[in-house]
């Protein structure tokens, strides 16, 4: 039988990430381009970054109880934060997520 539930991360220390877009507008785009540069910038290699259009897969905003796009969920590590927004302010982005440390 598979196991369900959220992936083990103990063993992980990359941050994880997701963000959810709709579709390929210039918000969700500049949200792209912006989180990705700040990854690069400021994580080191050290993340994991999943990319998903709820466009292409509504059922996914109802089940993350997503209201706003784009959103940004870090799931590790723990605490879980949720940002929105275009992500371009990268002080703003560090805060939000609690990962100041790593900046």
């Given at each position: 039988?598979?196991?369900k ?66 959103s ?25 997520l ?6």
């Amino acid at each position: 039988m598979e196991k369900k539930g959220p992936p083990d991360l103990s063993s992980n220390n990359n941050v994880m990430l997701k963000l959810y877009v709709c579709g390929m507008s210039g918000r969700s785009m500049e949200a792209i381009d912006n989180i990705k540069k700040y990854c690069a910038q400021h994580l080191d290699g050290d993340y994991n970054l999943e990319i998903i259009d709820i466009y292409k897969n509504p059922e996914i905003a109802s089940e993350q109880q997503l209201i706003f796009s784009p959103s940004l969920i870090k799931l590790y590590p723990l605490p879980q934060k949720i940002l929105v927004g275009n992500f371009s302010d990268s002080a703003k982005v560090s805060r939000g997520l609690g990962i100041a440390n790593k900046v």
